[in-house]
Nanobody
Framework: QVRLVESGGGLVQTGGSLKLSCAAS????????MAWFRQAPGREREFVAI???????HYNDSVKGRFTISRDNAKQTANLQMNALKPEDTAVYYC??????????????????WGQGTQVIVSS
């Protein structure tokens, strides 16, 4: 079955960096758009970034210039490099995938598979 496993979360100070990884299995990775979402306590799940199977990329305006999404089809991983972190970036970060997905997909309902999430805490 399809599995997405996130790693790399943790506690970091304002201005620091973290790199999240999502390891995928049970799917033809190169067919899938890979995205990152986040959810803070009491808030709805929010789109962060997506990279399509063709490498097209789209970011939430709040992370543009600070976060970089990438993918490695050979390793079946998607990564999210997060720099210049702010306290408002604190959330559980989720990896999601959708076969043949477009880089314009920003709604959680548009994704078929999800990881379990990894916590990111940015202290002020």
């Amino acid at each position: 079955q399809v599995r997405l496993v996130e790693s790399g979360g943790g506690l970091v100070q304002t201005g620091g960096s973290l790199k999240l990884s999502c390891a995928a299995s049970g799917l033809t990775f190169s067919n899938y758009a890979m995205a990152w979402f986040r959810q803070a306590p009491g808030r709805e799940r929010e789109f962060v970034a997506i990279i399509s199977r063709l490498g097209l990329i789209h970011y939430n305006d709040s992370v543009k210039g600070r976060f970089t999404i990438s993918r490695d089809n050979a390793k079946q991983t998607a990564n999210l490099q997060m720099n210049a972190l702010k306290p408002e970036d604190t959330a559980v970060y989720y990896c999601a995938s959708d076969e043949w997905g477009a880089h314009t997909q920003t709604l959680p309902s548009q994704y078929d598979y999800w990881g379990q999430g990894t916590q990111v805490i940015v202290s002020s």
